[in-house]
């Protein structure tokens, strides 16, 4: 396993931004910028399996968090403010009334300093007590590393001075063939439960048993099935897929199978000890990638292990609210297999 580094550009605020390549001796490679902790490339077999732009501009001017790391808090909090220990806290409200993905300007948009001990790249971030109106100096790190059996394995921690709800996510946007959509794309998730959400996709602390409906997944099916399903109240409201599956409603950390996206021989499964998924098929794109490739509407896959959306608001779902002292450590893995170039 390498790591290699070069210049990604300098943002508009005047920051040098770098792109550090991790090979390991298959020729895989994860492509990653200190710009949003982000995978900017995925490269297995050749081909690049994720979305993602060929320059800094374009992420800097996209809104679709494309391959970044998203903190503080991931997914949504309800009418963007809530309550600790008695004090309201009032955060950005960039998703209809809620605040999405860490507010205006998320961990997506920082550049974090990076390092690599050989086999690790290593970023960090400190996002300063009251930024984006959250309580508490957090400490963050992600590191990267690349296995040589095609995993590439990131792991998130945090520290905090102060309560803080967190919830650090990764967003990569998953193709596997090169099509223009996913539609094609065979997806098995491995939950039978999502947390129910209303029109804006807000949980109402509800779950809810989906199978026998266009969001089950428990056999692999095609995700154009479940997005043609004009019927499902769900899938009309949220324009396509964009749910959070139940992976466990306890924190016990136990790494396991969230879900697996495929197209012909090639799959890629995310692992992780989150106890829920977002599966999103990216029902609001309209952009231009790399090597000039239009990303529209279904053109990728994100699937991100995530506490439960809203959690702050709802007593009953896993807590997010990170304390001084505690720990917080959370794994997410994509693992790439070609079932062709397996031996017996
Ligand atoms: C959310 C979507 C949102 C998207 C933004 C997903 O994680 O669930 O609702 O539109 O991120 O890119």
Redesign the pocket.
Known sequence: MTISKTPFGTTKAGKPVHLYTLTNANGTEARILDYGATIQSLIYQGEDRVLGYDDLEGYENG????GAV?GRV???IGEAQFELDGKTYSLFAN?GLHC??GGKEGFDRKVWTAGTDGRRLILDYLSPDGEEGFPGNLKVRATYELTEDDALILKLSAETDAPTPVNL?C?PYFNLSGEDTVKNHDLQVYSDLITNCDET?LPDGAIVDIQHSSLDFTKKKKIGEALSDTHSRRIRE?RGI?H?YILSDDFQNRIQNAATLSSGPVSLTVLTDQPGV?I?T????DDIGKGGRRMGNYSGC?I?G?GW?DSIHHASFPNCVLEPGEPYNRTIIYQFENESSQSD
């Open positions: 809104d679709a968090y494309i998203i991931g997914n949504r998703n999405n993905h996510t967003h996709l949220a964009d959070n977002q999103y990216a029902n609001w794109l994100a991100e995530q959306p």
